[in-house]
């Protein structure tokens, strides 16, 4: 036997071990399009109170939060804090002022849009805003109205952005 044919030999092998190694990964990479149960599950559990479907009232919206094991609110005053730190460092490298009840109302939407509950924005805004006993006669309604008012813009919004779509 020849080097040449040694050589043909060897390059015919090394070609079958190649396309048996990307049938076996293209193998275990596929797979089946069915939803997996568990996924969805979960999916199912942890997603924002306000999206899911079948809340008809407001009544039944806070049976939903209160009653649900996971989708209580973990510490809205510990992210209300985190997103007001983070919009005041960004107004302040940008030179820019923001007033406090901007920046109560950019935190309050912010977190509705993470899916928080308007009570435990109202909540968190109450208990973590800044000198608003000064600033307000009743800190409770100003809290409860920020939220109510920044929820109104995600709903405006949404709604003419589905309008653009065309539904």
Same mark, same amino acid.
């Given at each position: 036997?020849?080097?040449?044919?040694?050589?043909?030999?060897?390059?015919?092998?090394?070609?079958?071990?190649?396309?048996?190694?990307?049938?076996?990964? =293209?193998?275990?990479?596929?797979?089946?399009?069915?939803?997996?149960?568990? !996924?969805? /599950?979960?999916? &199912?559990?942890?997603?924002? &109170?306000?999206?899911?479907?079948?809340?008809?009232? #407001?009544?039944?919206?806070?049976?939903?939060?209160?009653? =649900?094991?996971?989708? @209580?609110? @973990?510490?809205?005053?510990?992210?209300?804090?985190?997103?007001?730190?983070?919009?005041?460092?960004?107004?302040?490298?940008?030179?820019?002022?923001?007033?406090?009840?901007? $920046?109560?109302?950019? $935190?309050?939407? @912010?977190?509705?849009?993470?899916?928080?509950?308007?009570?435990?924005? #109202?909540?968190?805004? =109450?208990?973590?805003?800044?000198?608003?006993?000064?600033?307000?006669?009743?800190? =409770? /309604?100003? #809290?409860?109205?920020?939220? *109510?008012?920044?929820?109104?813009?995600?709903?405006? *919004?949404?709604?003419?952005?589905?309008?653009? !779509?065309?539904?």
């Amino acid at each position: 036997m020849t080097a040449q044919a040694l050589i043909a030999i060897l390059g015919i092998l090394g070609s079958i071990a190649a396309l048996y190694l990307a049938k076996r990964a =293209h193998d275990r990479s596929f797979r089946p399009t069915e939803p997996d149960e568990d !996924l969805v /599950k979960r999916f &199912v559990e942890s997603a924002p &109170v306000y999206r899911l479907k079948n809340i008809t009232s #407001a009544e039944n919206f806070e049976d939903v939060t209160r009653n =649900h094991r996971t989708l @209580r609110s @973990r510490d809205a005053p510990t992210v209300y804090e985190r997103l007001r730190t983070m919009y005041v460092y960004q107004a302040q490298q940008k030179g820019w002022y923001l007033g406090e009840g901007s $920046v109560d109302y950019r $935190v309050a939407k @912010r977190m509705l849009e993470d899916g928080w509950v308007e009570a435990d924005v #109202a909540r968190a805004t =109450h208990e973590r805003s800044p000198n608003i006993e000064d600033r307000y006669r009743d800190p =409770h /309604k100003y #809290a409860e109205r920020t939220a *109510k008012n920044a929820r109104g813009e995600l709903l405006r *919004k949404d709604k003419n952005f589905r309008r653009w !779509l065309g539904g």
